[in-house]
């Protein structure tokens, strides 16, 4: 995982989403937070040890489509996991197969 992503132009939509579902525990979710108010480079280094754990570690994360080995749109994280690890696309084209 490559922590640019999380300047990424929808990654603070998926933040905000595994917030409202509570899908962190503190101190990530305060973290998280903080990112939404902020931005990931104005988190301590501690911080950001504390919240790439948590993301890349948690249940809605999945960091390349299985199928074609591109990343997972942020747009489509929550999903990911229940179509197999693979994008839209793959878990679409692999319905038609």
């Known amino acids: 995982m ?9 990654f603070k ?5 595994l917030v409202n579902l509570n899908a962190l525990d503190d101190p990530a979710l305060g973290i998280s937070k903080f990112v939404l108010a902020n931005d990931y480079d ?3 280094k501690n911080q ?4 790439d754990k ?4 948690g249940t809605y994360y999945v ?3 299985s199928r074609c080995g591109n990343d997972i749109p942020w747009s ?9 690890n693979q ?8 319905r038609k197969d």
Do not use: H, P, T
């Open 87 to 94: 994008c839209s696309w793959c878990s679409q084209v692999g």
């Open 48 to 51: 950001k040890f504390v919240f």
């Open 42 to 44: 104005s988190l301590s």
């Open 2 to 10: 490559n922590s640019k992503r999380f300047s990424e132009y929808d």
């Open 76 to 84: 489509e994280m929550l999903f990911a996991e229940d179509n197999g």
């Open 63 to 65: 960091d390349q489509c």
């Open 13 to 17: 939509e998926y933040l905000q989403q």
């Open 54 to 57: 948590a993301i890349m570690e």
